[in-house]
Structures are given as structure tokens and as C-alpha cells.
């Protein structure tokens, strides 16, 4: 089943139960706590608080996600995605966990002719919170799983929250068993590679406080209402039902390892190495391109750093396949190809999203070729001497004039073996941060050029109104540019 229509499924399934169908917020919204949507339940946070009054209590959506904190994990496990599509269905004080429980299970095991996925119910395996026993007997009674395929989890696992202060509650998960040739028996509690966690329903129902880990935090009390928050991996159902082997031969993501097969001469499947490359690269193109069309540029911190990086990793994996000319204008066409059916901003957009990611390759190709020999050069030397750290100021260099973000730096000596002085580098760049603001202090104060403003001065004092008035008229005398 193709990656589009189990979004449709899961839309129509839960529009038909009475929810409102709502579309994706952007990945990138105005709360300085966030730096991108990393769950379908975000856009719904003050609903959840009681903040805000929903203008329904059922809905349903498709969101847009990124998270990057695994972005090293990309390509080598079978399911880390940096972007993906999280399908959710929420109660706002409706309906609540056994409700939750049937819908998401008939969606699963329904048939195919009626709406469903139709997978073979004896693969499903679910997980509850410790002592959740009304949803535990949900499970045994309502639906009939049996006790052997229920598994009672910690705060770790079945505990959710957003990781910060805000709603939380236990939650019962789905997973589906790929069958002994994956792993060891024993459910979700001995191998989550294996059993693969396909939907988590949250019963949203406290509030948390300040705290540091998973499952250190404060309860402040409950919600004003007990709510249901659910979100149902679209890329992990995708490549259960494609019978593939991993969310990056999915038919949303295959075609992107296809073309830099095409690009770079390299084969897919012949060696692990250059097959976690392969999958990089079709990971971050479509991250890249979503995060673009949603109006990220490349930069040097907060999320313009993340997108930098992600382009980056793709011109460097794709180099390392044998790629010896620019390849982002085609991943981006492709992935727009793929992706534009879902999200159509990506086709109308595209001139920008490819300008951006281009830039940004021309940018990197420019320098990458140095670098990477200053680097070699240094990891040759240090190796000779006996040592093992690479020194903050090659790291610093690199950065400085090879536009290398530290994390590939960090990447590249690790694959090499070693490791790198980062306090070393941190240092130098807040004395290269400092540097710079001397600089711009001296400038503005020493050498700039305010003749210009001298006309306007010799026409008499512009008197300042603010201190008693919020509206004034005034005649605008000049409009000063490139200053
Ligand atoms: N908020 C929960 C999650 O992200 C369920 O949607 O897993």
C-alpha cells in the first residue's frame, strides 16, 4: 500500500468516526522552546491545557515532523527518520481510552475492501503503563489480545510528554513483530528492532513540571479534562506494509537512492557503508526540502544550522559514492516528484526550495575539496605522533574557512578514529565571536560616515514625541540606504 493512501485511510477512518480533519501546521512554529514540530499533538497544546477553548472535539491530522537529536542514527537503524509523518487522532474531553484503543485497532487489523490495512491481528503486540490495568483489560477483554502479548512498561517507555513542562499522561502502545528472522522472542520489552512500535496512544490527562530525564519529572496535577492524543508513524506503517526492509525503500523515499545510484555509479545493497550513505541521503534531501519550503534557510545556529548540516551530509555522502558533479537540483526534483501529491507547496514552491539547497551545495563543493585535505593532512599527523585527538584549531579552520559544521568534523574523525579537542575549538570560536563584536563596536563608533546626516540636521531638531504620544504626525525628510 502506497505511502499516500495510508494517509487517506487513516484520514477517512477517523473522519467517518465523527473527527474533523485538520491540515498540518508548518514545522516551524512561534514557540522559542521548540525548534521544529516533533509531534502530531503540538498545534493542539493549548486545547490540552485548557488554554484555549477547540472549535472541536474530535480531530484528526497528517503532521509534518522533524526530529534531528538521532540524526546519527539515520540510515543505520531500520526506522530513523529526521522527517516524517506522524498521523494522529485527538478527544479534547470527548471520548478517552477505550474508545482510542478500538478505533486504532480496527484501522490496523480492518480489511483492506472496507478502509483498513489489514494486518494479521496476531502480529500486534501492546504495551501499557504499569499500573494501567483499565487499559490493560481494554486490551484483553474488549479486543481479545492475549495476556502473553500484553507487556506492563515504566515511565520510560509508556509515560509521555513533550519533554517539557506541559501535558502528559500514560500511554499504550502498538507494535508490530517482523517474525523470528528479526530478533529474539520476548515483545517490545526484549527487542524493539524486531517488534517494531507503530502507534502510541497517549491518555492525556496531567500536567508536568520543570524536570531533566524521561521519567524525572513532577506531576502537577491533572488537566481539566481528560484528553486523547495519538500518533500513528506513517513511514513505519509504510514499510510494514511494502514488505521492505527499512523506512528509507519506502516508495516515498526508494526513488531518491535510485537517482544517486544514478549519480554517483555506486550500487545499493553492496556495502554497508555506502549503503547508510545511500539512505542519508534520501533522508535529509526530503527533510532539507520540507524544511526549506516551510521558509528555513541555511545558517549558522537554531534551525538554520540544522538545515546546513543536512544539506551538507547529503554533498559529503554523496562525494564519498563517486559523485564528481553537483547533485542537489535533481534529489530535490525527485523528492519534490514523490512528495508533492501530499503536499503540494513542495511543486509550487520549488524554485525556491531548489535555489536554497543548491546555494548552499555550490557553497560547500567550493570549499569541501580543501578541507577535507587539510583534514586528512592533520589526522595523518596527529596519527603519526601517537595520538588520538584532533586539535580544536584544525577543527576551528575547517569551520572557520571550510565552512565545516562542527558536528561533521566531530562525524569525520570519529569514522577516522579519533577525536576532537572540542573545548579547544569552543574557545576559539568565542574569541573569533568576541573579535567580531570589537570590530562592529569600532566601526560604528570610528569610521562611519555621518556627513550625510548633516543636511538634515541643519534644518533644525526633529523633537521626539514618544514619551506622551502613541500616534504623531511628522513629515518624513529623507530616506538614507547602504549606510
Ligand atoms: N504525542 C505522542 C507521540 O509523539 C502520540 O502522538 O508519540
Given at each position: 500500500m502506497q505511502t499516500h493512501e495510508i494517509r487517506r485511510r487513516f484520514l477517512d477512518h477517523f473522519v467517518k468516526a465523527g473527527h474533523t480533519e485538520v491540515p498540518s501546521a508548518s514545522l516551524i512554529l512561534a514557540d522559542p522552546n521548540l525548534l521544529f514540530v516533533n509531534a502530531g499533538m503540538v498545534p493542539f497544546v493549548p486545547y490540552f491545557l485548557g488554554q484555549q477553548t477547540p472549535p472541536y472535539t474530535r480531530a484528526t491530522s497528517v503532521q509534518k515532523c522533524v526530529r534531528t537529536l538521532d540524526i546519527e542514527e539515520v540510515g543505520k537503524t531500520t526506522r530513523h527518520n529526521t522527517f516524517f509523518q506522524m498521523a494522529g487522532n485527538f478527544s479534547f474531553g470527548d471520548y478517552f481510552k477505550e474508545e482510542a484503543i478500538t478505533f486504532a485497532w480496527s484501522l490496523l487489523t480492518g480489511s483492506v475492501e472496507d478502509g483498513g490495512y489489514g494486518i494479521d491481528?496476531?502480529?500486534?503486540?501492546?504495551?501499557?503503563?504499569?499500573?494501567?490495568?483499565?487499559?490493560?483489560?481494554?486490551?484483553?477483554?474488549?479486543?481479545?489480545?492475549?495476556?502473553?502479548?500484553?507487556?506492563?512498561?515504566?515511565?520510560?517507555?509508556?509515560?509521555?510528554?513533550?519533554?517539557?513542562?506541559?501535558?502528559?499522561?500514560?500511554?499504550?502502545?502498538?507494535?508490530?513483530?517482523?517474525?523470528?528472522?528479526?530478533?529474539?522472542?520476548?515483545?517490545?520489552?526484549?527487542?524493539?528492532?524486531?517488534?517494531?512500535?507503530?502507534?502510541?496512544?497517549?491518555?492525556?490527562?496531567?500536567?508536568?513540571?520543570?524536570?531533566?530525564?524521561?521519567?524525572?519529572?513532577?506531576?502537577?496535577?491533572?488537566?481539566?479534562?481528560?484528553?486523547?492524543?495519538?500518533?500513528?508513524?506513517?513511514?513505519?506503517?509504510?514499510?510494514?506494509?511494502?514488505?521492505?526492509?527499512?523506512?528509507?525503500?519506502?516508495?516515498?523515499?526508494?526513488?531518491?537512492?535510485?537517482?544517486a545510484t544514478?549519480?554517483?555509479?555506486?550500487?545499493?545493497?553492496?556495502?554497508?557503508?555506502?549503503?547508510?550513505?545511500?539512505?542519508?541521503?534520501?533522508?535529509?534531501?526530503?527533510?532539507?526540502?520540507?524544511?526549506?519550503?516551510?521558509?528555513?534557510?541555511?545558517?549558522?545556529?537554531?534551525?538554520?544550522?540544522?538545515?546546513?548540516?543536512?544539506?551538507?551530509?547529503?554533498?559529503?555522502?554523496?562525494?564519498?559514492?563517486?559523485?564528481?558533479?553537483?547533485?542537489?537540483?535533481?534529489?530535490?526534483?525527485?523528492?519534490?516528484?514523490?512528495?508533492a501529491p501530499s503536499y503540494p507547496e513542495l511543486a509550487t514552491d520549488f524554485s525556491r526550495v531548489e535555489t536554497v539547497a543548491v546555494g548552499e551545495e555550490t557553497a560547500f563543493l567550493k570549499t569541501l575539496g580543501t578541507g577535507s585535505k587539510l583534514f586528512e593532512g592533520a589526522v595523518e599527523t596527529v596519527k603519526s605522533q601517537g595520538r588520538n585527538v584532533l586539535g580544536g584549531t584544525e577543527a576551528f579552520t575547517l569551520h572557520d574557512t571550510y565552512g565545516f559544521p562542527i558536528d561533521l568534523t566531530l562525524e569525520m574523525a570519529s569514522e577516522a578514529g579519533l577525536t576532537v579537542d572540542e573545548e579547544g575549538f569552543r574557545s576559539l570560536m568565542a574569541e573569533q565571536r568576541q573579535r567580531a563584536k570589537d570590530d562592529a563596536r569600532a566601526r560604528k563608533h570610528a569610521h562611519a560616515d555621518l556627513t550625510v546626516y548633516k543636511e538634515l540636521l541643519d534644518r533644525g531638531p526633529t523633537e521626539f514625541t514618544g514619551f506622551s504620544e502613541l500616534v504623531s504626525e511628522a513629515h518624513v525628510l529623507a530616506v538614507i540606504t547602504g549606510r
Open positions: 491481528p496476531e502480529k500486534l503486540w501492546a504495551t501499557v503503563y504499569l499500573d494501567d490495568d483499565e487499559a490493560y483489560s481494554i486490551w484483553r477483554d474488549k479486543v481479545g489480545v492475549p495476556d502473553e502479548r500484553i507487556q506492563r512498561r515504566g515511565m520510560k517507555d509508556n509515560y509521555w510528554s513533550m519533554g517539557i513542562p506541559g501535558p502528559c499522561g500514560p500511554c499504550s502502545e502498538i507494535f508490530y513483530d517482523r517474525g523470528p528472522a528479526y530478533g529474539v522472542e520476548g515483545g517490545p520489552e526484549a527487542d524493539e528492532d524486531r517488534y517494531i512500535e507503530i502507534w502510541n496512544l497517549v491518555f492525556m490527562q496531567n500536567e508536568r513540571g520543570e524536570g531533566g530525564a524521561k521519567d524525572d519529572y513532577p506531576i502537577l496535577g491533572p488537566l481539566p479534562k481528560k484528553n486523547i492524543d495519538t500518533g500513528m508513524g506513517v513511514e513505519r506503517v509504510a514499510f510494514l506494509l511494502q514488505g521492505v526492509e527499512n523506512v528509507y525503500e519506502t516508495d516515498l523515499l526508494r526513488p531518491v537512492i535510485e537517482k544514478e549519480l554517483t555509479g555506486a550500487v545499493y545493497g553492496a556495502t554497508h557503508d555506502d549503503d547508510v550513505r545511500f539512505r542519508v541521503i534520501a533522508d535529509h534531501a526530503r527533510t532539507a526540502a520540507m524544511l526549506i519550503v516551510d521558509g528555513v534557510n541555511p545558517g549558522n545556529d537554531g534551525r538554520g544550522y540544522v538545515l546546513r548540516r543536512l544539506l551538507r551530509r547529503i554533498v559529503r555522502s554523496a562525494r564519498l559514492l563517486g559523485a564528481d558533479k553537483p547533485t542537489m537540483r535533481e534529489f530535490m526534483a525527485v523528492v519534490r516528484d514523490t512528495m
